[in-house]
């Protein structure tokens, strides 16, 4: 078990700017889910996978937003002409099971600044 | 919908002293999951404890007790003999199937 992974772990980039970030969730794990944490405040659901298909997107995630998990292993999420208020962290985080017991395992997470 | 209200933005406990952090919950499923999460300054969630809305008893998990009071739906954290390290972000989470919905958080700064 080596943990849900993100990569890259900071980002910098100027407002306009497209973004793409990696996940690749603990191996057995089919659920894989993304989160946005603003400083202060708790981390906000954007969308969430079963194995390939994304099978619910927050009104969050706007048409700038774009993620993807195409073998049912990683996932990407794309943001599109980022805006200042994109900045944020944004986690990454896997399951095995559909269950009310089931804890989710979160990455480290990538910084997003946009300037 | 679920929601979730931690009302302590920050705390300050001394050293070896206990701290409870306040989270109350609400929530239309008949089954549903309470899980706490540690965030230091690192970034990383940290799992911490979970309790279940049909567990008879309340979780212990070392340090870390819940006081499950599901008639009041809250879940309140315990931490004993707390500790520099444990000086962190504390989220409240529920679970009711696929999703983990979040509280706002509590700070905690533990004082030598």
């Known amino acids: 078990d080596t943990g849900v992974s993100q990569d890259p772990r900071h980002k910098i980039t100027k407002r306009g700017q497209n973004v793409t970030f990696r996940c690749d969730p603990i191996?057995?794990?089919?659920?894989l889910y993304w989160y946005r944490q603003t400083l202060g405040q708790g981390p906000e659901f954007l969308t969430y996978?079963?194995?390939?298909?994304?099978?619910?997107k927050s009104r969050l995630l706007s048409d700038r937003f774009s993620a993807e998990r195409p073998k049912g292993s990683f996932s990407t999420l794309e943001i599109q002409r980022t805006e200042q208020g994109d900045s944020a962290m944004y986690l990454c985080?896997?399951?095995?099971?559909?269950?009310?017991?089931?804890?989710?395992?979160f990455g480290s997470g990538t910084q997003l600044s946009v300037l | 919908a679920q929601k979730i209200t931690q009302t302590q933005p920050g705390m300050f406990v001394q050293e070896k002293e206990a701290v409870t952090l306040d989270c109350t919950y609400d929530?239309?499923?008949?089954?549903?999951?309470l899980f706490w999460y540690k965030q230091p300054s690192s970034g990383e969630m940290i799992f911490l404890i979970y309790?279940?809305?049909?567990?008879?008893q309340n979780a212990t998990e070392g340090r870390y007790s819940l006081n499950f009071q599901k008639a009041r739906k809250s879940a309140n954290l315990v931490i004993s003999a707390s500790q520099l390290g444990d000086s962190a972000m504390y989220f409240c989470?529920?679970?009711?199937?696929?999703?983990?919905?979040f509280g706002a958080g509590t700070t905690v700064t533990v004082r030598a």
């Open positions: 985080a896997s399951s095995s099971r559909d269950k009310p017991n089931e804890k989710l395992f």
């Open positions: 929530t239309s499923d008949p089954s549903y999951g």
């Open positions: 989470a529920l679970r009711g199937d696929y999703k983990l919905s």
């Open positions: 996978f079963q194995n390939e298909a994304q099978l619910e």
């Open positions: 191996s057995e794990h089919n659920r």
């Open positions: 309790q279940g809305s049909y567990d008879q």
